[in-house]
């Protein structure tokens, strides 16, 4: 089977695939004060009745990206495959610094270049709101990074003095009549009203029509205030995009692109 982990600011997605199967999800919190030993500890006992064949790793925080490589590598006697610009990804990423680009969007617009024609916008609603734009002839331009629905949440509470901390939920007027529900419209219908109008900007500046396509954990809330609803949503989305650049570094062809960066990941881990 096919281990694929999305590593997160909040969170460390565990996705297993047993061929084009999607069998089960495990999510740990992304604790920088772990050990190696203590993740390895942790994924042999989650999986413990799979046999994990392979593992894929895309990650944005970077103080977990040596040692959960060398806890995966270890508790499964196997070498996984660590995302970056350099591996084969069968899209060309055409941002200024390719580097910058976090893992989890080069899996997402992997993702949908391999299943949708033409272009996609691709929005990830997680601890940052993210737009992957990627265009028909499978480049991927960039797109735009704004602060996740429980980003803004907290950041409300942690700078002011009078807002209370509420949980995020339904709005049910754009008009708050008391302090929760302000917040709700500003925060929930907010965030709707910024995927429509820059849906909307970003399809103007590609010059051709788009696929919307949504992922995280909200998208469902924010698609009850969208002027136009997404055309997909897939909750799985990274995972699959992840699940794709493996089977593209895994073949006689590809994989020699990416052993230098194995290498050089053990060494810095051992």
Do not use: W
């Amino acid at each position: 089977m096919l281990l694929t982990a999305d590593i997160g600011n909040t969170n460390i997605t565990l996705g297993l695939f047993d061929g084009e199967v999607y069998v089960n999800e495990f999510r740990l919190a992304s604790d920088k004060d772990l050990t190696g030993e203590e993740y390895e500890n942790i994924l042999k006992s989650l999986f413990k009745d799979y046999k994990i064949d392979g593992c894929v790793i895309g990650s944005v925080v970077e103080e977990l990206n040596i040692k959960f490589k060398r806890a995966v590598d270890n508790a499964f006697g196997i070498t996984s495959v660590f995302v970056d610009c350099d591996v084969n990804l069968d899209i060309k990423i055409k941002t200024d610094n390719p580097r910058e680009v976090g893992a989890d969007r080069i899996a997402n617009a992997v993702a949908v270049a391999d299943k949708y024609k033409g272009a996609v916008i691709v929005i990830d609603f997680g601890t940052a709101t993210t737009f992957d734009i990627i265009n028909s002839k499978r480049e991927f331009l960039g797109g735009v990074i704004a602060p996740g629905i429980n980003t803004q949440m907290k950041c409300l509470k942690s700078s002011t003095s009078k807002l209370p901390k509420i949980d995020v939920s339904i709005s049910q007027r754009a008009v708050g009549h008391n302090t929760t529900e302000a917040i709700l419209s500003g925060v929930i219908r907010g965030t709707a009203c910024m995927v429509d109008g820059l849906v909307a900007q970003c399809e103007e500046e590609l010059n051709e029509p788009v696929t919307v396509v949504a992922t995280g954990g909200y998208c469902g809330l924010i698609a009850n205030y969208l002027k136009r609803p997404f055309d997909f949503v897939d909750q799985i989305l990274t995972l699959q995009g992840l699940k794709r650049i493996y089977e593209l570094n895994t073949n006689k062809t590809s994989v020699n692109c990416n052993l230098d960066i194995i290498s050089e990941l053990q060494e810095i881990a051992h």
